[in-house]
């Protein structure tokens, strides 16, 4: 007998309730959909389909089989048999969307919004919000919400959680169904904002909006999560052809659609569906037609452009919207065959100046050639984007009914199709028959004394033609699967991608699918499914294409197979038979696992990996560390092959060397496929021997507090267990300016000599910019000033236009340290700031420097040449000299790269040999502080041309400067604290004081001058006036402590917070005399509040007399206050701002 427990909430339905009057129709806008639900859905959902007359459906335009997209969000079905709902808790959560990768039907999403936004939620106190982590995301506030109505209670979000204790658990849905439904409808309401982060990545990809959606899929359906990953990584440029089978039936019963498309701009996938037998032939079908047609725009595209461009030859004048038109054309001329986003941004901006163009119809007798190519462009207009073709189905499908189109389709190298099998080793759709992916020794329809053959080995048998993109991947491993699709989407012809989907006819034990993530994750451990890429555009690059994911067996096949009931069957009713089937399986897992290692081999000379005497390890979250470890391998010619660390041994450490690749995952934690192994080597005790050596480089961003934490807690416990390290660990920082790039280089620098090899010679690749001289001879000021409008204002760049009000010392005028407080106008609206926030000053060269640069540089152009450019938000004429002094950082630090670059163009191999020599870049920048201007007259006769000039000197980056003032105190204005930053060189002709390049630009400014600047969020939460504060802070790092307690002191005046939690403060600078900044300011706030909130506490490190130097940090530990303030209250915030030894 089974109970059924029937809602409280049912009691309330009365007899006159009709289902879609307890849907979303609130959330229905648009007055076509409303119309669908109403006069076709609503009908249908109480089996009175039959009754719709045919007028409903002419008056829908629904002939042909065409559906309206995304009706699914509006049914509301509550499906959920288990009546749990998972509860979000966010201090245990690292904001990973692991759980939102894997949830089968999209009903728990993360949102990036702002803190207005979070306040105005219908229940503010119940929508939950955390600080946003990453550089990207700073300022904004980080939120995971479940849809109560479409989660189906099954637990994947659950299990895929990695933290520990975990961050979601399963509540009663009884418990949040009211609040939790309006907190979602308020959310997806919200503007989407994935495109502030990587969508390539897995967490990235997570933000972006699923286009696929509150499917009718079982609870805990493997197939759905590759779907639904499918629309978020190209949904918007997406076609797809499906194949009879379970991803039909869910994908689209009339009158359900779970495809939807983007809130933001109105695209979403293409979907049909097809016959079993011919879904290949039907997807391949699209791909012909469209590679037609798209062919044919790219003609008319290209007649259009050199029509326009004779016009302009004959002395015809265009209008400034036909010329960005006619630039905008080129560049997707340019970018057509990019497999991004690219071509549908262009066509984003295309579009309305395409529109505009298009003359009012007149007959083809009287329009001009432009019109009739006009007309003939928006006709094929849908052709823009680079469509993505997917072919998509079960295994049923292509495993036999459908495999001979298959086969054909991937043959051919021209066919740029992708194909997904969802592998549930059976027809799961018509009840769990057979097919040739059913595995040796499943019990299941028309095998139930046990599948007697292997499984059909798919994969290799397409990896056979060599040009196709295959890989098997699993949903547990998040990073590898994304990884797959990339590659498989943007390869250069035909791929396959074989996803493994736990299935409900697997009889997965004991919790079904609920054990859906588990379930993978023990199917890759004991080798039952495996784990690899075979990429041909690696074989172009002379490395082996095939790269095997899953090396290592951690289970015993036997374990996996007591977990379904497919397996556990036969062997109750056929026990003899299924030990006999279960040891050949187990026979056949081990050798296939062999067979793919050999694949893996590689193609370096070494008879066997453990030949290499440099073994490389990575733990890698989204990809990037393992693809730096790969590159590394590959330039190394003492290692084999990168690895993950959880697929090494850590004895197999001992006597060796190994350098570790590290990423960082959430507030310090170490990547999923490297716990294991650094579990391990937590756990020896036993020290490595003699010889054992190893070199690390971390990846991270220091806007974490635990940045690189997880490659420094390797570094320390090799350390303690007796390794050798070579050199200093790498740390490359996502949030610097050049990226990880920059740590990454450095410690590449060091490693090579370490290791005794000789670096890789790279050959870097140059995009010239995009411009030409301009016919005319000088540009009035006005338009220089237009053009520069136009590169800040762009999107990447986002800066307005403010006025200098005051410039003040804040040292004495003679002193060699100039401390300055500078405050700028506010402008309303454009530099709105919160505390904590910094300025972005974007600085500008010196414009007598430059004008002597050119002028030595080139006898072709000097600082009035005019060009015509279209780069950087940039579209038009604009003067070299202003390019030079605003945008290029000429006088910036060279990079390696950058003398790469260069060398490119030298011919006197001696000068090039120069270049090249790691020891020269180093010792120019200890004597003279070199720049990219040095460089290029240094090596004149290299001279690359002005488009290469431009692309290989970095625009200049903004420097940010931490906000000393309060907005509440100072509505109006801005204020900074500001060290003027000044070295000392030693060289001939520099000898001398060096400035950097915004200070130098800033200590020259006086009232009325006039800066581009921008908003930069902080990284840190500022404290609320209830919260006790402990903030340290030495030189201009007084700044952000400074906009704490004015804006405390402002709320304590006002009387907005009659009684503030303690506040302390620790100031240090070098003397008291000269260095208290703000001492009038401080000295009365010590008076006025000295007695109740306010405590300071001042470090001089110079002033003592016999030499001894006290610093912040001293009186830091010698204190009460941090006992006091943050030890005994829990609420207590401690804040630092300074250099890092403080």
């Given at each position: 007998m089974l109970v059924v427990n029937v809602p409280n909430r049912w009691r309330q339905i009365t007899e006159g309730d009709r289902p879609f009057e307890n849907r979303h129709i609130s959330l229905i806008n648009d007055k076509k959909v409303y119309k669908f639900m109403s006069e076709i859905v609503e009908p249908i959902s109480h089996l009175e389909g039959d009754n719709i007359p045919i007028s409903k459906f002419l008056e829908n335009n629904l002939l042909g089989g065409i559906m309206i997209p995304g009706t699914t969000k509006y049914e509301k079905r509550n499906p959920n048999p288990t009546g749990q709902i998972p509860e979000w808790d966010l201090n245990k959560c690292t904001q990973c969307n692991q759980c939102v990768f894997v949830c089968p039907h999209a009903a728990i999403r993360p949102f990036i919004i702002s803190k207005e936004e979070a306040l105005a939620a219908p229940y503010a106190k119940k929508f939950e919000t955390v600080k946003a982590s990453g550089a990207e995301l700073v300022g904004n506030r980080y939120t995971l919400q479940i849809s109560p109505l479409d989660c189906t209670g099954c637990n994947a979000c659950v299990e895929a959680c990695p933290e520990s204790p975990k961050a979601l658990k399963l509540g009663d849905i009884e418990d949040v169904l009211e609040v939790g439904e309006k907190n979602w409808d308020y959310a997806v309401s919200l503007p989407e904002r994935g495109d502030m982060v990587d969508k390539y990545t897995v967490r990235g990809s997570q933000f972006q909006t699923p286009l696929m959606e509150f499917s009718g899929a079982c609870g805990g359906c493997g197939e759905t999560p590759y779907f639904k990953l499918l629309t978020q990584l190209f949904g918007e440029r997406m076609v797809i052809a499906n194949a009879t089978g379970c991803s039909s039936i869910w994908g689209g019963s009339f009158p359900s659609n779970p495809y939807t498309v983007s809130p933001k701009t109105g695209r979403g996938p293409a979907w049909a569906n097809s016959l079993f037998e011919d879904n290949a032939e039907y997807g391949f079908g699209m791909f012909a037609a469209m590679r037609h047609r798209r062919e044919k725009l790219i003609r008319l595209v290209q007649d259009y452009v050199h029509h326009t461009q004779v016009q302009s030859e004959h002395g015809e004048n265009s209008t400034e919207d036909e010329e960005k038109l006619v630039s905008l054309l080129e560049d997707w001329l340019e970018a057509r065959e990019e497999k991004t986003d690219k071509c549908s941004f262009l066509f984003d901006k295309i579009k309305p100046l395409l529109n505009k163009a298009i003359p009012e119809k007149e007959s083809s007798e009287e329009a001009s050639v432009e019109a009739l190519l006009l007309s003939q462009i928006w006709a094929e207009r849908d052709m823009f984007p680079k469509i993505s073709q997917w072919i998509v189905g079960g295994d049923g499908w292509a495993y036999d009914i459908g495999f001979g189109g298959l086969d054909h389709v991937e043959a051919f190298e021209s066919n740029d199709v992708n194909v997904l099998i969802v592998d549930t080793e059976m027809y799961s759709n018509t009840g769990g028959q057979a097919s040739k992916a059913t595995p040796r020794g499943a019990s299941v329809k028309y095998a139930i004394g046990g599948k007697q053959e292997r499984k059909k080995n798919i994969g290799e048998i397409f990896m056979t033609y060599e040009h196709v993109y295959v890989a098997s991947v699993a949903i547990h491993d998040q990073a590898q699967t994304l990884r797959a699709f990339v590659e498989a989407d943007r390869h250069k012809?035909?791929?396959?991608?074989?996803?493994?989907?736990?299935?409900?006819?697997?009889?997965?034990?004991?919790?079904?699918?609920?054990?859906?993530?588990?379930?993978?994750?023990?199917?890759?451990?004991?080798?039952?499914?495996?784990?690899?890429r075979f990429n041909p555009e690696l074989a172009h690059e002379g490395k082996n294409p095939f790269i095997l994911d899953a090396k290592k067996l951690r289970k015993e096949i036997s374990g996996f197979l007591k977990r379904e009931g497919r397996f556990i069957n036969l062997k109750k009713a056929h026990p003899e038979i299924a030990d006999e089937l279960f040891a050949k399986m187990n026979n056949d897992v081990h050798h296939r696992m062999e067979h793919l290692k050999e694949l893996a081999a590689g193609y370096k000379a070494f008879d066997h990996k453990d030949d290499a005497s440099v073994q490389v390890l990575f733990a890698s979250e989204t990809g990037t560390a393992a693809q730096v470890a790969r590159d590394f391998a590959d330039a190394c010619t003492l290692s084999h092959d990168a690895d993950a660390m959880d697929n090494g041994e850590v004895d197999d450490l001992d006597g060796h060397t190994t350098v570790f690749v590290i990423a960082t995952a959430g507030q310090g934690a170490m990547p999923q496929n490297g716990k294991r192994f650094y579990q391990e080597l937590e756990s020896r005790e036993e020290p490595f021997s003699e010889g054992t050596r190893f070199m690390v480089m971390g990846l991270g961003d220091s806007s974490y507090y635990f940045f690189c934490k997880a490659a420094k807690d390797v570094e320390r416990k090799m350390l303690e267990l007796g390794a050798k390290q070579m050199i200093p660990t790498g740390m490359g920082d996502d949030s610097a300016e050049d990226g990880m790039q920059q740590g990454l280089h450095e410690w590449l620098d060091q490693v090579w000599p370490a290791l005794e090899v000789p670096p890789p010679v790279e050959v870097p690749h140059i995009t010239p910019v995009k411009v030409i001289f301009s016919k005319r001879a000088i540009l009035p000021p006005e338009e220089d000033e237009h053009m520069l409008q136009q590169f800040y204002q762009s999107a990447d760049q986002k800066a307005v236009s403010t006025q200098i009000i005051s410039n003040d010392l804040l040292c004495p005028p003679d002193y060699n340290r100039d401390f300055r407080k500078i405050t700028v106008q506010k402008r309303n609206g454009a530099l709105d700031y919160g505390l904590g926030d910094a300025l972005d000053i974007f600085p500008t060269n010196d414009v007598e420097k430059v004008h002597t640069f050119l002028q030595?540089?080139?006898?072709?152009?000097?600082?009035?040449?005019?060009?015509?450019?279209?780069?950087?938000?940039?579209?038009?004429?604009?003067?070299?000299?202003?390019?030079?002094?605003?945008?290029?950082?000429?006088?910036?630090?060279?990079?390696?790269?950058?003398?790469?670059?260069?060398?490119?163009?030298?011919?006197?191999?001696?000068?090039?040999?120069?270049?090249?020599?790691?020891?020269?870049?180093?010792?120019?920048?200890?004597?003279?502080?070199?720049?990219?201007?040095?460089?290029?007259?240094?090596?004149?006769?290299?001279?690359?041309?002005?488009?290469?000039?431009?692309?290989?000197?970095?625009?200049?980056?903004?420097?940010?400067?931490s906000i000393a003032s309060a907005p509440v105190a100072s509505p109006d204005t801005i204020e900074l604290c500001v060290l003027i930053n000044t070295w000392w060189t030693k060289q001939d002709e520099n000898d001398g004081m060096r400035y950097g390049l915004t200070c130098d630009m800033l200590r020259k400014l006086t009232s009325g001058d006039r800066l581009w600047c921008r908003i930069k969020p902080g990284s840190m939460e500022a404290p609320s006036p209830d919260q006790p504060v402990v903030c340290a802070g030495i030189g201009s790092g007084l700044a952000p402590h400074l906009a704490f307690l004015r804006d405390r002191v402002y709320r304590y005046k006002t009387g907005e917070v009659p009684s503030p939690a303690p506040f302390s403060l620790y100031f240090g600078n070098r003397f008291y005399a000269k260095e208290f900044l703000y001492q009038n300011e401080m000295e009365e706030y010590v008076e006025a509040y000295g007695k109740s909130w306010f405590t300071l506490h001042t470090a001089f490190s110079r002033d003592d007399p016999s030499g001894k130097k006290v610093y912040v940090q001293d009186l830091v530990g010698s204190t009460e206050d941090v006992r006091k303030l943050l030890h005994e209250d829990t609420n207590g915030m401690l804040y630092v701002c300074g250099n890092q030894n403080l």
């Open positions: 012809g035909p791929s396959l991608i074989i996803a493994y989907a736990p299935c409900i006819q697997q009889g997965v034990r004991p919790a079904g699918l609920n054990d859906m993530i588990d379930e993978s994750r023990y199917a890759v451990d004991s080798g039952y499914w495996p784990l690899y030595e540089y080139s006898p072709d152009f000097d600082e009035r040449t005019v060009v015509k450019l279209h780069a950087w938000g940039i579209d038009g004429d604009i003067s070299l000299g202003v390019l030079f002094t605003n945008i290029l950082d000429l006088f910036g630090k060279p990079s390696m790269h950058f003398l790469q670059q260069l060398a490119t163009f030298e011919t006197d191999e001696e000068e090039r040999s120069i270049m090249l020599d790691l020891q020269f870049l180093k010792a120019q920048a200890k004597k003279a502080g070199i720049t990219h201007a040095d460089v290029l007259m240094r090596f004149k006769k290299a001279h690359p041309p002005l488009p290469a000039l431009l692309a290989m000197i970095p625009l200049i980056k903004p420097r940010a400067y």
